[in-house]
Each structure stands twice: as C-alpha cells, then as structure tokens.
C-alpha cells in the first residue's frame, strides 16, 4: 500500500512538472508576441565614412549626423545595431547583394536609385553648391564651363557636373571621396568642387585658412533629399519610416540637427515630401 502511494505521487509530480514547463514555454510565446521579453534583433547598418559633417572616422569610431541619425531612429523602432564603414561603391552593392540591412551615407533619393533598392521617408533636405578658392572668378554653374572640377565619383554632384560640362568631358575629375576632390582643389590641380552644400560649407567654416569660399545656385541645382536605403522589398521600411516619423514628431531629430549643424531643421519640408 505504502509502495503503491509513493508510485502515485511521483506520477501525480512527474505530471506536474511537465504541465508546469508546457505553460513556462506557453508563456515564452506570449512574451515574444508582445515583445516584453524578445531580444532586440541586432541589423548590420553599411556607410562611407569620409563624407563629414555626415559621417567621418575619429580614431575608430564613426561620427557624424547620420550616426547621431540613424541611433535615434533604430532605438525608436526596437533594434540594436552594427555600424560599418565600407566605402561609397560597396555600399550599394552590400545593400544590392542583402549582405547589410541598412545603408546611411547622404544617400540622395532619386527614380534611377529607386529601380534597385528601397528607400525610407527623407530624413534630410539638400542642393549641391560650388567650392572654390577665394577670388575665383567662379560665380555660378555656368562659370565651370572651361575650368577643371574636382568631384565624388557616382555622386548627385557628379551627374549635376555631367550636365553642365558633358558626360565625358576630361575637365571632369573623379575621385573616391569629396575629401580627396577638395584635396585635389587645395593643391590647385582643379579649380572648383561641386558636392553637397553641408559638406562644403563646413569644410570652409572649419579650415578658413584654405580661403575657399561658397557658391550658390539654385537655377542650375536641385533640391535633394537623403533617405535610409534598403534591399529592394525589405520589411524593414515600413517600421524605419514609422521611426522616423516619431523622432521627427517627438524632438529627438531636432536635437540631434542643432547638435550638429547649430540650426533648427525644416522638417515640415521633409514631411511635406511624404
């Protein structure tokens, strides 16, 4: 009698601990539904990190608005993040190929981008602008006509300059980054750059002993909006947009404009695009 109570209540315990552990793993389900207890999917973000004020390398870590950017916006959408520098032309092919999530690098929206990958809400407002050394008879888009101009190979600026000079003008110089294009202006081997207007004027405001002065056109260069690049059908756009949306609405991006540029950011400019 006494052996068959003790057969029993190690069935009844054996049962017990199994329905015990069924609802635990129930449980589990529940909390990833919700997203209480899920772990935060870690995405790999690409970038060229030689386009300052936007991002650039210091020592080795990577700086600049979009960092400051794109943090806010993958904290507001629930994601951790791995940041890469990979250089310009890599990273479309990383996005191309899927082997990264997310590329950020003033990446320009336009309609022959569009054809191969997918693009968030714009997140910034741009037009390209002239540098050149004070004194330059460079007084527009048409003065570049006949002189040599230095600019980032593949970028908005090189087509603009395409337009103006002509496809396979040899006055066209191309290079890697617009650090080597203003290099190249430095050492007096081109005699103006054409690149995004953030990245000239703070290359003149930052360094006032090259002497280089800003030039203006909005006739002959457009508006241009950034925007965070995916893989073409990537789920992650509705929530990054969604994100965006958020800091937009909440401050966070309007800190993170003032802390790098020292100026409050058109952002109904940008909804409006939306």
Sequence with gaps: MKKMSFLMLALLVSIS???SACGTKEASKEDKGNGASEEKKTIRVVTDAAYAPFESMK???IVGFDVDFIKAVAKEAGYEM??????WDPLFVEIKDKRADIAISAITINDDRKQTYDFSVPYFLSTNKILVPEGS???SAEDLKGKVVAVQNGTTGHEAVKGILGKNSKDIKMFENNNLAIMELKNKGADAVVADNT???EY??????????????????DQEFYGLMFPKGSKLKAEFDA???KVFENGAYAKVYKDN????????TLKAQQ
């Design 199 to 201: 990245v000239v004027e």
């Design 137 to 139: 008879d460079i007084k």
């Design 204 to 221: 003149a405001k930052n360094n006032p002993k090259d002497k280089f002065v800003v030039i203006e056109d909005t006739d002959s260069f």
């Design 59 to 61: 020592g080795d870590e």
């Design 261 to 268: 540029f020292g100026a409050e950011p058109d952002i109904e």
């Design 243 to 245: 994100a965006i949306n």
């Design 17 to 19: 601990l199994i329905l």
């Design 82 to 87: 791995k940041l890469e520098h990979v250089g």
